[in-house]
């Protein structure tokens, strides 16, 4: 199994770009919408770490059940 850093760095950049817009949008007077935008970037987020997981729980699977 190979490091993929990569996905931590897209994980932390969405992340800070993220936070941007929310604080954006929260000076202009729009706290609903980034809230909605928050919500958005964390299910996004979400998802990538359970296609990691998943991953990682098909590579303990393949040493261990020897398939």
């Known amino acids: 199994m190979d490091i993929d850093v990569s996905a931590i760095f897209q994980i932390a950049g969405i992340g800070i770009i ?5 604080t954006l949008l ?7 919408v980034a809230h ?3 919500v958005i ?3 996004v987020v ?8 998943n991953e990682l729980f098909q590579e303990i699977k ?3 059940l020897f398939q």
């Open 41 to 43: 970037g964390f299910v």
């Open 18 to 22: 993220i936070a941007m817009i929310h």
């Open 62 to 64: 393949t040493i261990f």
């Open 46 to 53: 979400l998802f990538m770490v359970v296609r990691l997981l």
């Open 26 to 32: 929260k000076q202009m007077g729009k706290e609903e």
């Open 36 to 38: 909605w935008v928050t």
